[in-house]
C-alpha cells in the first residue's frame, strides 16, 4: 500500500497533520490502534497555561518568549516564536474551515469551567460549553444547576459552591424520563454515553421545555452536563428559544462525550477527503533503511506493507502506549527511538499526586524539525508529534493539546514545504 | 521483533471502564434489552468467575460484530469474552427456527435439487406466513434464494481445464456460493483465469461455523472446524497453495474465531488464509502490467464495510480494486453494522432491531444518488437488498462484469 504519509496514531494530532495534508491533496493513511485519548476530552484545547515553574499565563501569545528563552527542551522552544504565533493562528483556522466552531483566541486565555466547578485558563471551547472571561467573575446572577437523576458522574453540588463563592447564586434541580430506568437498573451503565442516546431523541424534547421552563424561572441560565446535543444538533438551540434563556454544557467525569463527538467528527473530515483510517491495527514492525523509514508493517495487513515518503509518529502518552515504560527504562517500541527519561526509577514520581509528576515529561527525542533520533542521530523522513514528545509536561503546563495540535501543523508544514522544493527542484 | 503484548487468553482485566466500546455498539443503541458491551463483556465475566449464576441471557443480543474490540483502546477481546461466556454458561437449548437457520449446508444440500421448487415456496406469501408463527421467522423478511444445482457440482465440468494453468492457488467457496450464489464463484474464476492462475476446490469443505457459532451449535462448529483446519492444512502446507475465499465473514471465523473460540490451532496457516480481493490487490500492486482491461460505462458506487471486513481491516483492497476500473465513482459509506449479522436478522423478535440498526446505512444509501452498491459479504447483501432501492454486488461480481 502506497502513501505520500503513513500517520501512526489516530488521536487528536494524528487527524490534524492528516487534515493539513489532505487539504492539500497528498494521500494519506492513519493506523490507530483502538480509540484515543480524545475521549478524556474536557470540551477545551490547551494551549499554554502556566510556564514549567509555574508562573501563569495569560497571554499565550506575548508570553511564549519567557518559556522560550528559560526551557530549551520544551516543543514550543523548538518551534519558536514566530512560529509558535503562526500555527495557533492557522490551527484556529483549520477548525473553523473543517466546521468546528470553537471559541477563544492564543492572544489570550479564557477560563473554562471544571465539572467540580473551578475556573481552569485554556485557549479553545467547544460552542455551547460555559466559559467566563474573568478568572474571579462568572457571567451570572443566579443560575439553575440540571442533573439527570441518578447520574454520578456530574456533581451540581461542588459546582454551586464554587460558584456561590464567586458570588453566584445557584438552584439545583433534576431532570428525569421514564425511558431512563432501564439504564438506571445498572448503576456502572449509568454514563454520559448512554444517556445521550436517550436524552437526544425527539421524544424528550417536549419533557425538556416543559421541565426546564420551570426550572429557569428565577435564573439568568441553565446548566447541564455533557450528555445532550450531539445526535441531535438542533435539540439545544430549540429549547432554548422555546424557554428564552441560554443553556450552556458543562463537562462531567470520563467518558467524555464531547470527546467522543470529536473525534469521530475529525475522523469523519480526514476520511471525507479522501484519507485512509485503520482503525483497531497496530504497528508490528518497520524496516529502516538508509537512514530512511521504507515499510511499515502492522497485525491487520500481514505480509502487505505500508509504503511511504514520509511517516508521522502520533502514538501518544504512556495511556496510548505510543511509549511504555518497564522496571528501568522508558522505550519507543515501533522504531526504537531515542527517549528521555531519568536514570532512577524512583525520582520518575512524587508520591504526593498533586505535586509534579515528573514521568510526565518523558517522550521520544527528536531534533529542532522534530524529526525522530535513533542513536543521537535524526531519521530523514520521520516526524514525531504530539503527547508522544519529550520535554514538556502537558497537565502542570496545560498545553498539552497545543503541543498536539501545532506539532503536527508543524510537521505537515515541513513536509508540504520539502515536497513543493523537490518539485520545482525537478522542473 | 513483535510488539504486540502478549494478552492472557481471557483478558479482562486490561479494561479501564472507559465505556467507548458500548458508544459503538450497534445493538446497545438500539435494543434497550442488551446491557452493552462494556457490562456483557469485562465486567460481566469479572462476575462470572465468581458465580455462573451471574450469566445473563440477554448476551444473546450481542451480534458478535466486533465493533467494541475495534473500538477499545486497551485491546480488550470483548467479544470473544462475550461469545466464550455464551458457550460456557448458556443453559438455552436452540430452537428448531435456530436449527434450520444454523445448519447453512444441510439447508443448501437439501434445497438446491429443488431450488425453483424452493425457491417459489419459500417467498410465497402464504408460506412465509407459516413460517412466521411456526419457526418465527420473520414473514416480512425476503428469504435467500437457493440456486439451481450447487457451485461444486458446476466446478467438476471445469475441473480439468484449471488444472492447465502454471500457477495455481485454492479456494475456499463457502456455503453461500456453493447454494445461493455460484455465479459469485463462477466471477472469481473468470478473474483468476484473466491473471493465468488457476482455481482449485478444497477436497472437502464443511460450513465455517459462523451460523453455528452464534445458534449455540458449538459442538457441531468445532467439528467442522477441524475438518476444514485438514483441507486447508492440506493445500497450504503439502501443495503449497494459498487458500482463497470469497466472503469476508467465512474468512474472519477461519482464521480468528477457529482459534478464539473453538480451540483450533490454525498459527501454521492462517497467514495463507486471506480475501481473493487482498490476493489480486497485492498481485496488481506489485506487477502493475497484470492490471486488466475493462470495457464500462459510468458507474457510481457506494461501498459498504461489513463488520467483519471492519474487524479484519482490509475493506482497503476492495476498496482499491473497485477504484481501478475507469469511469467508476467509488464512495466509502460511514462503516455501520447493517443489522443482519448472519441469521440474527431473520429471526422474528430481532426483525425490528435488526431494521432500526441498519437505518441510517440505508439513509445514506438511498440518499446518494448510487447505481450499485459494492459489500463483501453475502448476509449485508440480503439486508441492503431488502432495505434499500439499491443492488447489492460483490466487488468481484462487479469486476468480473465489467472485464474486457
Ligand atoms: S472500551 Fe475497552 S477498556 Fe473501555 S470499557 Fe470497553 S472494554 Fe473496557
Ligand atoms: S460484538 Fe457487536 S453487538 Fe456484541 S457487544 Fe460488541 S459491538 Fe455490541
Redo the contacts between chains.
Keep these: 500500500?502506497?502513501f505520500d504519509t503513513v500517520i501512526i496514531g489516530g488521536g487528536l494530532s494524528g487527524l490534524i497533520s492528516g487534515i493539513r495534508l489532505l487539504q492539500n491533496k497528498k494521500k494519506c493513511a492513519i493506523i490507530s490502534?483502538?480509540?484515543?485519548?480524545l475521549?478524556?476530552f474536557s470540551g477545551s484545547f490547551d494551549l499554554l497555561n502556566f510556564l514549567p515553574n509555574g508562573e501563569k499565563v495569560a497571554y499565550p501569545q506575548k508570553e511564549i518568549n519567557k518559556l522560550i528563552k528559560n526551557f530549551p527542551e520544551h516543543p514550543y522552544t523548538k518551534l519558536g516564536e514566530n512560529e509558535f504565533n503562526k500555527l495557533t493562528e492557522q490551527a484556529e483556522q483549520l477548525l473553523k474551515q473543517v466546521g468546528l466552531h470553537v471559541q477563544g483566541s492564543s492572544e489570550k486565555n479564557h477560563f473554562r469551567i471544571t465539572p467540580l466547578g473551578e475556573l481552569k485558563p485554556t485557549w479553545l471551547t467547544m460552542p455551547q460549553f460555559a466559559i467566563t472571561h474573568n478568572d474571579s467573575l462568572l457571567p451570572w446572577k443566579k443560575v439553575c444547576l440540571i442533573n439527570i437523576k441518578g447520574f454520578l458522574d456530574f456533581h451540581p453540588e461542588f459546582v454551586s459552591e464554587a460558584f456561590k463563592a464567586k458570588g453566584v447564586k445557584t438552584e439545583i434541580q433534576f431532570f428525569d424520563l421514564p425511558?431512563l430506568d432501564?439504564?438506571r437498573k445498572?448503576p456502572?451503565?449509568f454514563?454520559s454515553?448512554?444517556l445521550s442516546?436517550i436524552l437526544d431523541k425527539e421524544s424528550s424534547r417536549e419533557k425538556m421545555i416543559e421541565d426546564f421552563s420551570v426550572f429557569s424561572k428565577n435564573s439568568d441560565a441553565l446548566i447541564l452536563p455533557d450528555c445532550w446535543g450531539h445526535k441531535n444538533s438542533s435539540l439545544l438551540s430549540d429549547v432554548m428559544k422555546e424557554i428564552g434563556k441560554p443553556i450552556f454544557l458543562l463537562p462531567t467525569f470520563?467518558?467524555s462525550l464531547i470527546g467522543?463527538y470529536t473525534q469521530q467528527f475529525l475522523k469523519?473530515c480526514f476520511?471525507k477527503l479522501g484519507g485512509?483510517y485503520?482503525?483497531?491495527?497496530?504497528?508490528?514492525?518497520a524496516n529502516i533503511k538508509n537512514n530512511r523509514v521504507t515499510e511499515v508493517f502492522?497485525?491487520?495487513?500481514?505480509?502487505?506493507p505500508f509504503k511511504a515518503d514520509n511517516v508521522i509518529l502520533s502514538s501518544g502518552s504512556f495511556?496510548?502506549q505510543g511509549i511504555i515504560a518497564d522496571m528501568n527504562k522508558v522505550y519507543e517500541?515501533?522504531f526504537s527511538l531515542d527517549t528521555d527519561f531519568l536514570e532512577k526509577r524512583s525520582d520518575w514520581y512524587n508520591r504526593n499526586l498533586f505535586e509534579n509528576q515528573k514521568y510526565q515529561q518523558f517522550g521520544v527525542k527528536t531534533d529542532n524539525n522534530f524529526r525522530g533520533l535513533k542513536n543521537g542521530k535524526p531519521i530523514d523522513n520521520l516526524f514525531v508529534t504530539g503527547a508522544i514528545l519529550n520535554g514538556f509536561n502537558p497537565i502542570k503546563e496545560g498545553c498539552g493539546a497545543g503541543v498536539s495540535i501545532l506539532t503536527a501543523l508543524y510537521v505537515a508544514n515541513q513536509i508540504l514545504i520539502k515536497e513543493q522544493t523537490y518539485e520545482s527542484a525537478g522542473q | 521483533?513483535?510488539?504486540?503484548v502478549n494478552k492472557s487468553e481471557n483478558n479482562f482485566e486490561q479494561c479501564i471502564?472507559?465505556?467507548?466500546c458500548?458508544?459503538?455498539c450497534p445493538v446497545?443503541?438500539v435494543n434497550?434489552e442488551y446491557?452493552?458491551p462494556?457490562?456483557s463483556g469485562p465486567?460481566g465475566e469479572r462476575l462470572r468467575l465468581k458465580n455462573p449464576d451471574f450469566y445473563d441471557e440477554s448476551l444473546k443480543y450481542c451480534i458478535n460484530c466486533k465493533r467494541c474490540?475495534?473500538?477499545?483502546?486497551?485491546?480488550v477481546k470483548i467479544g470473544d469474552i462475550i461469545q466464550m461466556a455464551r458457550i460456557k454458561y448458556s443453559q438455552k437449548k436452540p430452537t428448531l427456527r435456530d436449527t434450520i437457520l444454523a445448519h447453512t449446508d444441510f439447508m443448501g444440500t437439501l434445497a438446491t435439487p429443488f431450488a425453483p421448487v424452493v425457491n417459489a415456496i419459500t417467498s410465497a406469501k402464504p408460506v412465509k406466513k407459516i413460517l412466521d408463527p411456526l419457526l418465527q421467522i420473520d414473514k416480512r423478511r425476503n428469504l435467500p434464494k437457493y440456486s439451481f444445482g450447487t457451485f461444486r457440482n458446476w466446478y467438476k465440468k471445469i475441473a480439468e481445464q484449471q488444472k492447465t494453468f502454471a500457477e495455481q492457488v485454492s479456494y475456499f467457496h463457502g456455503c453461500y456460493v456453493n447454494y445461493n450464489n455460484p455465479q459469485l464463484g463462477k466471477d472469481l474464476i473468470k478473474i483468476m483465469n484473466s491473471l493465468n492462475i488457476g482455481v482449485q476446490l478444497l477436497e472437502k469443505e464443511r460450513c465455517c461455523g459462523i451460523a453455528l457459532i452464534s445458534n449455540g451449535f458449538i459442538d457441531k462448529a468445532a467439528k467442522n472446524a477441524k475438518l476444514d483446519e485438514q483441507e486447508i492444512r492440506k493445500s497450504v502446507l503439502e501443495k503449497k497453495l494459498p487458500v482463497l475465499t470469497t466472503s469476508s465473514s467465512c474468512t474472519f471465523t477461519i482464521r480468528d474465531e477457529h482459534p478464539h473460540l473453538l480451540g483450533i490451532d490454525n498459527r501454521e496457516v492462517r497467514?495463507e488464509i486471506e480475501l481473493a480481493t487482498?490476493y489480486i490487490?497485492?498481485l496488481l500492486?506489485t506487477n502493475q502490467s497484470n492490471i486488466p482491461e475493462f470495457n464500462n460505462g459510468k458507474l457510481k458506487i457506494a461501498y459498504h464495510t461489513p463488520c467483519h471486513m471492519?474487524?479484519?481491516?482490509?475493506s482497503?483492497y476492495s476498496i482499491e480494486l473497485l477504484k481501478l476500473i475507469p469511469k467508476v465513482e467509488v464512495t466509502?459509506l460511514?462503516s455501520n453494522c447493517c443489522g443482519i449479522a448472519g441469521t440474527f436478522g431473520f429471526k422474528k423478535e430481532n426483525h425490528e432491531t435488526s431494521k432500526k440498526i441498519g437505518e441510517s446505512l440505508f439513509k445514506q444509501i438511498e440518499e446518494g444518488g448510487f447505481d450499485l452498491v459494492s459489500s463483501d459479504c453475502e448476509t449485508c447483501k440480503w439486508q441492503i437488498e431488502m432495505f434499500t432501492s439499491k443492488k447489492c454486488e460483490h466487488p468481484l461480481s462487479i469486476l468480473a462484469k465489467v472485464l474486457a
Design positions: 500500500m502506497t490502534s483502538g480509540q484515543s485519548a475521549h478524556f425511558e432501564r439504564i445498572n456502572s451503565e454514563r454515553t448512554n442516546i470520563p467518558p467522543v469523519d476520511t485512509t485503520m482503525l483497531g491495527d497496530s504497528v508490528t514492525e502492522t497485525k491487520n495487513h500481514g505480509n502487505i495511556f496510548s517500541p515501533v | 521483533m513483535n510488539l504486540l471502564k472507559c465505556t467507548i458500548t458508544v459503538y446497545s443503541k434497550p446491557p452493552g462494556k457490562q465486567d474490540e475495534v473500538a477499545c483502546p486497551s485491546n497467514d487482498r490487490y497485492r500492486s471492519e474487524k479484519l481491516g482490509w482497503y466509502v460511514d
